[in-house]
């Protein structure tokens, strides 16, 4: 398991960011940051956003996003919804988790 914090902001100038390996669970990101996903695989993928905390005292249920063989997705990590009480959220991903790549961004 990772925490993996957002980089980049919005520049003229650009910013570096790290590109992330999937695993099958238990990478976490920050609430409020935007992951930028790329499936390098054969098949369809899915990316769970995997929910601890509540709203209004109530569960919130996990968020997921499928990603088509070959394609991207862009995926908010809203802050009022996902995510624990230390304002992280774990992705996982289905499958062959490696053939999912993403970005973890400020943006």
């Not at 650009?14 to 409020?32: F, N, S």
């Not at 940051?33 to 369809?44: K, Q, R």
């Amino acid at each position: 398991m990772a925490d993996y914090a957002a980089e980049g902001t919005k520049s003229s100038t650009g910013t570096q960011i790290t590109r992330r390996t999937g695993t099958a669970a238990a990478d976490r990101v920050p609430a409020g940051s935007t992951l930028i996903i790329n499936n390098t695989g054969a098949g369809t993928h899915t990316v769970t956003l995997t929910n601890t905390g509540t709203y209004g005292g109530l569960t919130v249920g996990n968020r997921t996003r499928t990603v088509a063989a070959g394609g991207g997705a862009i995926l908010w990590v809203d802050p009022a919804y996902d995510g624990d009480g230390d304002g992280w959220v774990s992705v996982g991903i289905d499958g062959t988790a490696s053939e999912v790549q993403y970005f973890v961004t400020g943006l």
